[in-house]
């Protein structure tokens, strides 16, 4: 985002890893894998950069920049 690109969209890694961590320690528990349930991400990082969409001649939404995680200015 940084760089110059417009918006980013995608999981939140820190929770992933922290899915992964509780997997792994069901697992080393003595849970089978099989029987451990794999769950779908809960929370996407949403981030727009207002600086390149004012550059593009674009208006981002004020709901949809509000919602956002991360706004860069």
Do not use: C, W
């Not at 992964?20 to 099989?34: E, M």
């Not at 674009?58 to 956002?68: D, K």
């Amino acid at each position: 985002m940084e760089a110059g690109a417009l918006m980013s969209y995608g999981v939140n890694l820190v929770d992933v890893f922290r899915d992964i961590a509780a997997f792994v320690d069901q697992i080393a528990r003595g849970a089978k894998v099989g029987d451990v349930p794999m769950r779908a991400p809960s929370h996407f990082h949403t981030a727009f950069n207002l600086k390149t969409a004012t550059a593009l001649g674009l208006a981002l939404s004020p709901t949809l920049v509000a919602r956002a995680d991360e706004v860069i200015e």
